[in-house]
């Protein structure tokens, strides 16, 4: 009689020493499968080898595991760095493509379209710049939590397209990069 009893006061204390055996287990959290961010980059290009500063829009779409759909918007000015006439312009491109998410590490390919125009700010004869066509980019990213659903985003992008007009067949193609910093909200 003795022995069911020790028995039995054994296995309750193992039982209340492991808690975590018999407590319910609670389903995680699920995970995101919608994003959308804003921000601003930074970077130069090649319609007259300058710089440009931008906002941009993105979006995504969790296709399975760690994978999206990635889509971004960005506009701003540009302008040129070359001695001489100086040049302004506009910069807009429109792109869709893939990511890959792993913990903090973020991995895009875009297709896309971009336009930059460059006029001259001076009364010179001289020819204005522009580039109208597509563009392959290729993203690395981080992504970091600062609240429950905000997302900090630090990118640096390379993006090229084909040639410039006016260049001969093994000229200057259209490239440049930048880098960025977006908020991105996810649920």
Known sequence: MLRPLLALA????????????????AAPPLAPLVYVQGGIALG?????????????????????????LH???????????TAGPQYKGTIRQLRIGGEWHHRWLVLGLDVG????????????????????GGVLAARVAGDFGIAERLRLR????????????????NGKDYGGGDLSVSIAYIW
């Open 113 to 132: 379209f971009t336009h930059e125009t460059q006029e001259s700010d001076t009364h010179v004869e001289v020819p204005d710049h522009e580039y109208a």
């Open 71 to 81: 889509g971004e918007g960005l506009v701003g000015a540009s302008n040129d760095n």
């Open 154 to 169: 630090p990118a640096l992008e390379l993006f090229g397209g084909g040639k410039l007009p006016g260049q001969p067949a």
């Open 10 to 25: 054994a296995f309750a204390g193992a039982a209340h020493a492991q808690p975590s055996q018999t407590a319910p287990i």
């Open 44 to 68: 130069g290009d090649g319609a007259n080898g300058g710089g440009f500063a931008a906002l941009t829009v993105e979006a995504g779409y969790r296709l399975g595991g760690n994978w999206w």
